[in-house]
């Protein structure tokens, strides 16, 4: 391609509301562009990314044993009434009627169709295992579109969908395409790590996130530094660090005033004269839930958060609810930040971090009193369960190296559905001996447009994006300078060279200055740069300069047509190679 012929509307300044680098950076690089709140078209350069992204997702899948399918859009309401996903999906679905008054929406996702897809044919086990996907536009209304295409209203997602005779053999092609997305992840260049949602019945996980490791993402998440455990924030476990266990002796309880210091930070600072060692490290905090009408109290150390889904967990209850001021009062008999686990009457849940701290500081239950030299199993009894939020430096649970905060992007999904849809929609089989069973099926999305913003959310310097080579929108731009023939024609020779070798050449043919196009190139990404003036074709040299180093390389201009090829190959790049022009 031509830079001069190229529709490339780059934007010099910052829009507005862009905060994220890749929606800056997508909208200036003139890749995208938002055309109402949360939509976004894709330009010339944004559409070869997309398309660079589908053909891995594609060959992968193809390779999986997935066929590719291409659903509506435009979904009658039937479909999602049958489940009663109509209603349940909320405000999130995009509902319509055509000029008789019927009622549609547009896919959010397309489970119920698929599934009506497989009930209309599938009716013997001989015909399953299946595997069907598309890549296609999906529908929500996101009541708060932000990051540009990371979180937008009508994206490019890829699902597929599988159907077994039973759990065991979904378990099978849920494996397969796992798999099958390891080897995307890795050919698009993302850092990336696979988080288990959960553990199945069947032991081993049922559910898992693929989630690019950024530092502007959603998603809190802790990844081991030293084997592969990747956890959500929320459910991450951890052990005890090793090195904490306290067994030294301590002084018996005592009871102190604290005059309206009730934070944990207020009592360190005002027992800080008194007892020279105190640390938030040794502080209980003490903190009340109600939970089937009943107050729990949670006790994790001054320096940890308590994790509510743990404790709801541990509670073997949906959610946990805070304790009202009033119900703190009535139960401790004191003001909110003076409660502790000595004499209180109820169920009281340790974390060991905390069980662990030998000479302690609690609140006394009673205002303006606290209690130092506590001790668990001395001073009150506990249930000891991990109900901590887990954090930066805290042991890995598989290998105990310390954990590492990140957050994500999910990039994608892989999960065991069963047959909640087959049930709800009669898709069932006749097995071997005649009996008609639901089939069981899988879902696996990945979403295609996310992946572009969140590649350039972890390749981008402050001049512009470092897209990785397999999904580049040109794999090299050459760049003539000044206004002599000279480097121009060798622009173009080497141009038709490195045609015919298959590499994707972006040759910048337009009349600006050398500081001009350099910028450009930087702002663009394009992994390759290849630097044609007048100086250098005088001693028989052009230079290559990789967009994500600093120095550059002089080659003989015979050999660097070649040079380029190679490098596009050796960094994951592909080339399709074409005849010479007659
Ligand atoms: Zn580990």
């Known amino acids: ?50 398309a660079k992204i589908e053909r891995t997702i594609r060959r992968e899948m193809d390779d999986a044993g997935a066929q590719e399918v291409l659903m509506p859009a435009l979904l009658p309401a039937e ?136 530092q502007t993402g959603e998603d809190a998440l802790v990844v081991c530094s030293s084997c592969d455990y990747a956890a959500n924030v929320e459910v991450a476990e951890t052990t005890l660090p090793t090195d904490e266990k306290d067994t030294s002796d301590s002084p018996a309880a005592e009871k102190l005033h604290t005059p309206g210091v009730g934070s944990i930070e207020d009592v360190v600072a005002f027992l800080a004269k008194t007892l020279p060692d105190i640390s938030a490290a040794r502080m209980l905090k003490s903190l009340l839930y109600l939970v089937d009408e009943k107050l729990v109290m949670a006790v994790v150390r001054g320096d940890d958060d308590l994790n509510e889904i743990r404790l709801a967990r541990t509670l073997g209850v949906d959610e946990v609810f805070m304790a009202s001021e009033e119900d703190v009062k009535k139960a401790t008999g004191a003001a909110v930040g003076f409660a502790g686990p000595v004499g209180f009457e109820g169920e009281v849940i340790i974390d060991p971090a905390a069980a662990a701290v030998t000479d302690a500081i609690t609140g006394a239950n ?29 042991p890995c649970p598989k290998c105990s190296a310390p954990l590492e905060s990140y957050r994500g992007i999910e990039g994608g999904h892989v999960f065991v559905l069963g047959t909640h849809y087959s049930k709800k929609m009669g898709a069932t089989f006749l097995d071997p001996s005649g009996e008609e069973k639901p089939v069981v099926m899988g879902c696996y999305g990945i979403g295609v447009s996310r992946l572009m913003a969140a590649a350039i959310e972890q390749h981008h310097d402050d001049d512009g994006i470092i897209w990785p080579m397999s999904i580049a929108p040109y794999q090299v731009i050459l760049t003539p300078l000044g206004k002599a023939a000279g480097p121009l024609e060798a622009a173009e020779a080497l141009y038709e060279e490195l045609r015919v070798l298959g590499v994707e050449a972006l040759l910048d043919d337009r009349a600006e200055r050398p500081g001009v196009k350099f910028k450009d190139a930087d702002l663009l990404g394009i992994p390759l740069r290849v630097t044609i003036g007048q100086r250098g074709l005088d001693e028989g040299l052009l230079e290559l300069k990789r967009r994500d180093a600093k120095d550059a390389e002089k080659l003989p201009i015979a050999e660097m047509a070649a040079r380029v090829a190679t490098l596009v190959t050796e960094l994951g790049g592909e080339l399709t190679p074409r005849s010479a022009k007659a």
Do not use: W
């Open 1 to 50: 391609m031509r830079y001069s012929k190229a529709f490339v509307p780059t934007l010099k300044e910052v829009p507005k509301d862009a905060t994220t680098p890749s929606h800056v950076l997508l909208l200036r690089g003139g890749f995208v562009r938002m055309i109402g709140s949360g939509i976004y078209e894709m330009l010339p350069l944004g559409r070869r990314v997309l």
């Open 79 to 214: 479909y999602f009434q049958e489940t009663g996903r109509y209603d349940s999906f909320g405000g999130a679905l995009f509902r319509l009627k055509d000029r008789k008054g019927a009622e549609y929406n547009l896919g959010p996702t397309h489970e119920e169709i698929i599934t009506d897809m497989v009930r209309r044919d599938v009716k013997s086990y001989r015909q399953l295992p299946l595997n069907l996907y598309q890549i296609q536009m999906k529908f929500r209304d996101e009541p708060r579109p932000r990051a540009g295409i990371l979180r937008c209203r009508e994206f490019l997602m890829k699902d597929a969908y599988s159907f077994d005779v039973d759990e065991a053999h979904a378990l099978e092609s849920y494996a397969v395409m796992r798999a099958a997305y390891h080897r995307i992840f890795k050919h698009l260049g993302l850092d990336y790590r696979v988080v288990d949602a959960d553990s199945g019945a069947m032991g081993g996980s049922t559910s898992a996130e693929f989630q690019v490791l950024v």
């Open 366 to 394: 009673e205002t303006d009193r606290h209690l130092v030299h506590v001790r668990h199993g001395r001073d009150f009894e506990a249930r000891v369960e991990s109900v901590r939020m887990v954090k930066q430096g805290d």
